[in-house]
């Protein structure tokens, strides 16, 4: 089975599918009127690098082009909303 990405393709327009993610990596993006919040789960038994920008709340690592998502785990990573 092949994971899917669910994001936002531009604020208030609804879901756009992208199906880019390698077997075994999930994503899910979660925000309220401040802060975006991006999961990463790692199914597989492999590490995977992803791109991004915030913090990993997890860690409380600052986040800047990429993150690893080490095999089996997850990564949650914040970023603030532009007003």
Do not use: K, N, Q
Request: a negative charge.
């Amino acid at each position: 089975m092949t994971a899917r990405a669910w994001d936002r393709s531009e604020p208030g327009h609804g879901l756009d599918a992208r199906p880019l993610l390698p077997d075994g990596l999930e994503t899910v993006v979660r925000s309220s009127d401040l802060r975006e919040y991006r999961f990463w789960l790692d199914h597989s038994d492999r590490d995977r690098r992803v791109s991004g920008e915030g913090t990993e709340l997890l860690t409380g690592t600052a986040v800047s082009g990429s993150l690893d998502v080490p095999a089996g785990t997850v990564r949650v990573v914040a970023t603030d909303i532009a007003l």
